[in-house]
């Protein structure tokens, strides 16, 4: 029987891990999972851990041609596998996302007038009763989202309005993620595996960014400095 694969976010991308114990063609088992989410993976960054199993070039070359047609982008493979290791380099993909990531906070600069932007929607208008947005990386509302609304993104969720329907950030597992809005009440918020509920509203409203701290949400104030 076919088995989900694990997804975790890293940085801006998203990792799909592959269990020992999954069997069936390495192509149908990324398409179903991709396929499953659609919304949540277009237009994002994605490696696949396949641990020990392996994949031929021509294989490969298939999957990175069928993710391309969904707007998904493949860039890199693990494994330990020799075979599947040699496929990823004939195809260009990278081989160990660890030096990726330490390479990209090395060489970022500190201070650069000309930074590049990070995987994005932009959704300009309030999200109803019904409406849902889904997105591999950042989600940032200009207007509500109302009760009965959802977001969920792969990154962080910005509402420059009043929330108060359901959020979720981080949803690929990123517990850096963080919730910010204009008016920060919503039905449910989630970050990563974390669940919180709104306390009842106290004093003036004021803006305030939802974060994960000690293995719990907690909620302060949002300013530009913060």
Do not use: Y
């Not at 070359?61 to 069928?66: M, P």
């Not at 020799?82 to 990726?100: F, T």
């Not at 009842?200 to 004021?206: L, P």
């Amino acid at each position: 029987m076919n088995e989900s694969l694990a997804i975790k976010g890293v940085r801006d991308s998203l990792v799909l891990t592959v269990p020992p114990t999954a069997d069936g063609p390495l192509l149908e088992l990324v398409l179903t999972t991709i396929d499953g989410r659609s919304a949540f993976f277009k237009g994002g960054k994605v490696a696949i851990d396949l641990g020990a199993r392996e994949i031929s070039a021509a294989e490969l070359g298939r999957l990175r041609d069928r993710l391309s047609e969904r707007e998904v982008h493949l860039f890199a493979v693990l494994s330990t596998a020799e075979a599947s290791q040699a496929a990823a380099a004939n195809l260009g993909l990278d081989r160990d996302l660890d030096r990726v990531t330490q390479a990209e906070e090395v060489t970022a600069p500190a201070i650069d007038t000309r930074l590049p932007g990070e995987n994005a929607i932009l959704v300009e208008r309030t999200l109803r009763s019904g409406n849902q947005v889904q997105h591999a990386g950042h989600v940032i509302v200009l207007g509500d989202v109302n009760p009965g609304a959802e977001v969920v993104a792969g990154g962080n969720v910005v509402v420059w309005g009043r929330l108060r329907g359901v959020v979720h950030a981080g949803a690929g597992g990123d517990e850096k993620a963080v919730v910010c809005a204009l008016d920060l009440a919503p039905t449910q918020l989630r970050i990563a595996g974390h669940v919180a509920l709104s306390p009842e509203r106290e004093g003036t409203v004021h803006p305030e960014k939802a974060f994960v701290q000690d293995d719990q949400i907690v909620a302060e104030a949002w300013s530009a400095a913060g």
